[in-house]
């Protein structure tokens, strides 16, 4: 056996082991976080706990969650532009394919409107919603369907930071009465985390979408990538 | 801030401001540059003088400000550190016009004086420090500054030295930074004081201020060239002649002698540092230095080296002085950190300009200088009589103090130690002159500079005639106020005193 | 032996077989799957011990939710990021290790 | 006022100039990155500025308090890492901007992965709570990773591979502790950490894991090797950036994490475990960098060795006297921002030397000082706060360090700080002696824009000016601190 494996089974069993102790002494927690959050769902403008504690209690988080999740795209597009692909061409002309796609795409939309929407009294909400989207945009894309539009910079780009923007300005403009970042009125907390989740799903899907389209497989073989015309790289030595 | 703390700021800003323009300033505009450093020195001198005259008259300079809690940043003139101040300003004004004159064409002259000016810098900083976190700062700084300089000639050898250079004085920093943090956590902020700040302590930690005591000196010996601390030193004059005259004999080897001065005096005081026992085993290696340092320089043929040997030896007399228990010794050590300053730069510039105009740079190739060069070489002749100590030059008043201090302080042997010096000073300075002024050239010289109206260039004469008229009047004028003699005399009045 | 429990060690034991497979294998992709399965023992530790006690705790799951956007984020970083080192260099796994 | 508005905009604005600057055309985004520095400048000293004239204050984002919302705390430290932050960032901006002109036009996309690298900066110095760290920790170490692999050479790819893993896999270790954390405390604010922490198992297993993810982050020799190729090999301003702060956020949650629940919690053979590896950094990090060849790959291993340094801390503050604690937290301090300037000040300069020469390697600087003078010279200025050499940040740094560790009885952290100092002079002397020698090699260069050199010297002078002046900084930084203001 390699040491590397030897050493890799012993830590991983260490670690193990450590972790199931300490799981078997965990001791209850003195603080009922829970019963906090039951006290404050009233407040929050939504019905469902762990959408109040994402989009509201939380939403910190969630923002930069979502900017995290922008910055994936925004190094594929930034590496897609050091090393320009071939133009992508992809799909099966599957007659068939197209046929069932039609059936299932309106069904996507509307599971991705009701998961949007169940957010605010039951699981469901912008990630959920925006993942069956992008599958959508995933399926439409496999059965060669062209979505050129995607290659237009400003409308991708635009759609990508939409929900980031309006997450962000949100959170600035509720902040005009003198409250903190993210302090939404109780009043319209409802709407708003219903508009940042509309906002989000969009970028979600489009997102992961996107992070399909910038990689693609034709570009891959490294003996076909000789071929092209050297890439942009290279430059400066340093 | 008062005027008397913007003056000191403005002393070690005239070297500094120099110092960041003439980095800046393109290879090629050298009257700019020369004209900047002269009137930077002139200015510094003059500010210096106005000092002197102030701290003569007891006034109080002192620039303060906090670095971190319970650690200032202090200048302070007093008559010690005011004294080392005035020696280095002068010979910067010297050796700068010599400078000028000795890398006419040279290149990287920017790179050179910017350096040049920040090592003056960092030496009026050491001699004006107030505490020892102070003296540490500039005498790191001097170290940085210094290795530009020796490694500026850019060949195999001199980035050698260099590196033996970095070797011996950042280890040596490290060990003084050591012995500083420790007294640090002992005893707070270690002002200079005259009479020292020490003598109150617990006995019971007596060892460990022994300990520290060992850790500074050998860390300030470093540079002070202490045996077997010296070996950078021979090794450093691959440096240009106005490298090794004013930093390899006057500004870097006496900041290790001044440090010890100030680690003695200041800090430990001396009574306290004679109780603990440490002036006497001090007192053995700078014996030990000077006759080493003799006996080496008489194997030299090189002349710059045989002339380094001779620093080696000669500062340890200021330690030795520093050593003595009592205010003559203390005089003899005090007034050979001036005597030794002019004797030496006169020396080394004498050198510098046998090998520029004659391109010689052996002992045994110089015979006959004398009578191609008669001017150079009355200047190295007053300087070598001033070294062996003959009267009336100012070499003869130090070892005259010494002698009696060292009686004085009942170590009779130092008096035997002074003799052996002296005779062995006289055995590797007479056979250089008898050679340059009795013996003859038998081939013609290889002039390497154009000449003009003199035997050299006159940015190289005047600087080595003014110095050795310096050391000349040092000697004998030394009853006369003013005279480093009688500098000497206030300082120890005013250390001796409290 | 509660629910949460088993949850809980159901969560370790995929996260050192994630650990396993993260450090013996040399693949980079399936480096990515260890790290995924990884990040699932993590979710399943922070979700079951959540189940414990007062009933169900939403602020874990919506930590849970974060956590897998973080890491669908990661993963799908670390993919653009393979695929243009294999284009570049024609190799799965990464130079220095062997 | 303007403070408590302004404590939002430290990641409000850098997320929204990211968006807007991926938004622009390319040919913008460094126009736009120049103009959006002083807005989150002046929101940078505004918060400052609001500390220290209204002391250390916490902020309930969406007014929820902690436990159930997220507070962000904005104590000494936390601000004088963002303005730490705003200035060095602020810095390596006008470099880049200047610097990318001449690299291929992909390079552009460095405005909007500075900026989301700026926010999660931002947001990991303000955030109070664990798992909030968490998420900061991603976004910093994504942007991070993005911008290595910007260059798009293969070698930049596998770093950035190799950096990525190494990052997530710390991430995951954070994760798991906090999870752990969260499922005996019940909160993931610091503050209630600190209230309710006891030494059980699970806590110290928790904390064995956060501690072991950040090492892996922090890259703490022997988990150092993603860091020298990552931060040698990707653009110049970006190994700036990496190593002078990118590689400090980590740390600092450490370091945040450590005073919440490391002097409770852990054993007294925890904190010298931790110093010993700090020790081997240090060791290790210089003898590498001292053999490198590539100029950039030396001040790489240099970071190495330096966040030894930073480790020094833990052995210092636990189980020691408050005096040695306070010294040690002031040391470290002053170590960190000194090496975040210095080290940005050494890759700026060395960035420039090797624009001048047209070549990385050491070797081919022979007689580079007498063509670029300035930037050796903010080499130099740099190298000697690296070196610990006085007059200089890092110097006043280490001489807290060293009267914490003769304080505290703990001499044998003496001879780490001995032997480093020379170790360190030992590979910046190295390349000095290259630059000064006069060789046949050489006998033009190429002369970068000044912007270059200045940026380089600026960031260098305030390395050696921070040591001059340390008190008030240090002052600051003590509003909040468990050691009291000062």
């Not at chain 2, 603990?276 to 090189?302: E, F, K, M, N």
């Not at chain 2, 010794?329 to 030794?340: A, D, E, F």
């Not at chain 4, 860091?227 to 950036?241: C, K, M, R, Y």
């Not at chain 4, 200025?381 to 703990?410: D, E, H, R, Y």
Request: charged share 10%.
């Amino acid at each position: 056996m390699k040491p590397r494996v030897i050493f890799a089974g012993l830590l991983s069993l260490a670690i193990a082991g450590a972790l199931g102790w300490a799981v078997l002494e965990r001791t209850l927690p003195a603080e009922n976080l829970p019963e906090r959050v039951a006290q404050a769902m009233p407040l929050s403008g939504v019905e469902h706990p762990i959408t109040a504690v994402l989009l509201n209690f939380r939403g910190y988080d969630t923002l930069l969650e979502i900017a995290v999740l922008l910055l994936a795209v925004v190094v594929a597009l930034a590496l897609r532009e050091a090393q320009p692909d071939r133009p992508e061409r992809m799909g099966l002309e599957n007659p068939l394919l197209r046929a069932v796609m039609a059936w299932l795409l309106p069904l996507i939309l509307i599971t991705t409107g009701f998961l949007l929407w169940a957010g605010a009294y039951q699981p469901g909400g912008a990630f959920q919603a925006g993942s069956v989207l992008a599958a959508g945009g995933l399926l439409l894309r496999l059965a060669g369907v062209t979505t050129a539009w995607l290659d237009n910079p400003a409308v991708l780009r635009t759609g990508l930071a939409m929900g980031l923007l309006t997450f962000l300005a949100v959170g600035l403009l509720v902040m005009l009465p003198g409250v903190p970042f993210l302090t939404y009125p109780t009043e319209y907390a409802g709407a708003l985390i219903l508009l940042i989740e509309l906002t989000l799903t969009l970028s979600i899907g489009l997102t992961l979408i996107s992070l399909f389209r910038l990689t693609p497989p034709y570009a891959d073989d490294p003996e076909e990538a000789r071929d092209q015309p050297s890439s942009r790289n290279g430059g400066m030595a340093s | 801030m008062d005027w008397n703390s913007l003056i000191l700021f403005a002393v070690l800003a005239t070297s500094l401001v120099a110092s960041a323009v003439i980095f800046l300033l393109a290879e090629s505009r050298v009257t700019l540059r020369s004209t900047i450093n002269l009137a930077a020195a002139v200015l510094k001198l003059l500010l210096v003088l106005w000092i002197i005259w102030g701290v003569y008259q007891n006034i109080e300079y002192e620039l303060r400000f906090t670095i971190i809690d319970g650690v200032d940043f202090i200048l302070r003139a007093d008559a010690l550190g005011i004294m080392f101040v005035g020696l280095s300003s002068l010979l910067w004004l010297f050796t700068t016009l010599y400078a000028i004159g000795y890398l006419e064409k040279a290149p990287n002259r920017s790179r050179f004086f910017g350096f040049f000016s920040l090592c003056v810098a960092s030496t009026v900083g050491i001699a004006l420090a107030g505490n020892l976190f102070t003296f540490l700062l500039f005498y790191e700084l001097l170290t940085l500054s210094t290795y530009p300089l020796v490694v500026h000639r850019g060949t195999r050898e001199s980035l050698r030295a260099g590196q033996i250079y970095l070797y011996y004085t950042l280890g040596g920093g490290a060990l003084l930074l050591f012995g500083v943090v420790a007294l640090h956590v002992l005893v707070g902020d270690t002002e200079f004081i005259p009479g020292g700040s020490l003598s109150g302590l617990d006995p019971t930690l007596y060892p460990l201020l022994i300990g520290i005591f060992l850790m500074m000196v050998i860390g300030l010996g470093v540079k002070a060239a202490l045996f077997p601390l010296h070996a950078w030193l021979p090794m450093a004059m691959v440096a240009p002649a106005p490298v090794s005259a004013l930093l390899h004999a006057v500004a870097v080897v006496k900041a290790g002698a001044f440090g010890i001065a100030r680690v003695v005096y200041d800090v430990y005081g001396i009574e306290f540092a004679f109780s603990l026992g440490l002036l006497g085993p001090l007192a053995v290696a700078a014996s030990i230095t000077i006759l080493y340092g003799s006996l080496r320089a008489l194997a030299q043929d090189d002349l710059k080296k045989r002339l380094a040997f001779s620093t080696i030896s000669q500062v340890s007399y200021i330690i030795l002085g520093i050593s003595l228990f009592g205010p003559i010794g203390t005089i003899g050590g005090l007034v050979h950190l001036l005597h030794q300053g002019l004797m030496k730069i006169t020396l080394f510039f004498c050198a510098g300009n046998y090998a520029e105009t004659l391109g010689v740079h052996k002992v045994s190739e110089l015979d006959g200088a004398g009578q191609r060069m008669p001017a150079t070489s009355v200047a190295f002749t007053l300087g070598a009589f001033g070294m062996i100590g003959i009267p009336p030059m100012a070499g003869f008043i130090s070892k005259w103090y010494l002698g009696i201090g060292a009686l004085e302080a009942g170590m009779n042997w130092v008096l035997g130690v002074l003799i052996v010096s002296s005779l062995l000073n006289a055995a590797y300075f007479l056979p250089i002159l008898y050679r340059i002024w009795f013996r003859r050239r038998e081939r013609p010289w290889c002039e390497g500079k154009v000449v003009g109206r003199f035997e050299t260039p006159a940015l190289l004469l005047i600087p080595t005639l003014a110095t050795a008229a310096f050391a000349l009047a040092a000697g004998l004028f030394a009853g006369m106020p003013f005279s480093p003699l009688y500098w000497a005399q206030i300082i120890v009045s005013r250390e001796y005193l409290p | 032996m509660s629910g949460a429990l088993v949850f809980a060690w159901s969560g370790v034991v995929l996260f050192s077989l994630g650990l396993f497979g993260f450090i013996v294998h040399r693949h980079l992709l399936r480096r990515l799957l260890a790290f995924n399965i990884m990040g699932s023992g993590a979710f399943l530790v922070l979700v079951g011990l959540a189940q414990d006690g007062r009933g169900i705790d939403p602020v874990p799951h919506a930590m849970v939710i974060t956590g897998i956007v973080v890491a669908v984020a990661s993963t799908a970083l670390a993919l653009v990021v393979f695929r243009r080192w294999y284009r570049a260099s024609g190799r799965t796994d990464l130079p220095e290790d062997t | 006022m303007i403070g408590f508005w302004s404590v939002p905009l430290l990641f409000a604005l850098p997320l929204a100039l990211g968006i807007v600057s991926l938004l622009a055309p390319p040919a913008w985004r460094a126009r736009l990155g120049l103009a959006g520095l002083l807005p989150l400048l002046a929101a940078s000293i505004a918060v400052f500025a609001h500390l220290v004239l209204d002391g250390p204050h916490t902020y309930a984002l969406g007014n929820w308090n902690a436990p159930l919302g997220i507070n962000l705390a904005v104590d000494g430290l936390a601000a004088g890492m963002v303005l730490l932050t705003a200035v060095v960032s602020s810095l390596c901006a006008i470099y880049a901007w200047v610097y990318l002109r001449d690299q291929p036009a992909s390079s552009s996309f460095f405005w909007p992965l500075l900026w989301f690298l700026w926010a999660g900066m931002n947001g990991i110095w303000l955030a109070e709570d664990i798992f909030n760290l968490y998420v900061g920790l991603e976004v910093m170490g994504l942007a991070a990773v993005g911008l290595v692999a910007l260059k798009a050479t293969p070698q930049a790819l596998a770093a950035a591979m190799r950096y990525l893993l190494a990052a997530l896999l710390g991430s995951l270790a954070y994760l798991l502790g906090v999870a752990l954390l969260y499922a005996s405390y019940g909160t993931l604010s610091m503050a209630g950490l600190q209230e309710a922490a006891t030494a059980d198992v699970t806590t110290q297993v928790a904390l064995a894991l956060i501690i072991l993810g950040l090492l892996l982050k922090t890259a703490l020799f022997p988990l150092h090797a993603w860091l020298p190729p990552a931060h040698g090999g990707a653009l110049t301003p970006v190994s700036a950036l990496l190593s002078a702060l990118v590689v400090k956020g980590s740390f600092y949650i450490l370091l945040r994490i450590w005073m919440v629940l490391g002097t409770e919690v852990t054993p007294f053979a925890t904190a010298q475990l931790l110093g010993i590896l700090g020790a081997g950094a240090v060791f290790y990090g210089g003898w590498m960098a001292w053999r490198q060849h590539h100029l950039k790959q030396l001040v790489a291993y240099s970071t190495v060795a330096q966040i030894g340094y930073l480790f020094l801390f833990f052995p210092l503050v636990t189980g020691t006297g408050p005096e040695a604690a306070r010294l040690a937290w002031d040391g470290t301090l002053m170590m960190l921002i000194a090496h975040a300037l210095a080290k940005a000040a050494l890759f700026l300069s060395a960035g420039n030397l090797i624009l001048a020469v047209g070549s990385a390697h050491i070797g081919h600087l022979v007689g580079i000082s007498r063509f670029r003078p300035m930037s050796l010279f903010s080499f130099g200025l740099a190298g000697v706060s690296l070196m610990g050499l006085p007059p200089s940040g890092g110097f006043t740094g280490k001489w807290l360090l060293l009267n914490s560790a003769i304080l505290s009885g703990q001499w044998w952290w003496l001879i780490v700080l001995f032997l480093g100092g020379l170790l360190s002079a030992a590979y910046i002397f190295k390349v000095f002696r290259m630059a000064f020698r006069e060789g046949p090699q050489v006998d033009h260069s190429v002369t970068p824009p000044l912007t270059l050199d200045v940026t380089a010297l600026m960031l260098a002078a305030s390395a050696i000016l921070i040591g001059l002046t340390a008190h008030l900084p240090l002052a600051w930084l003590r509003i909040g601190s468990p050691f009291g203001a000062g």
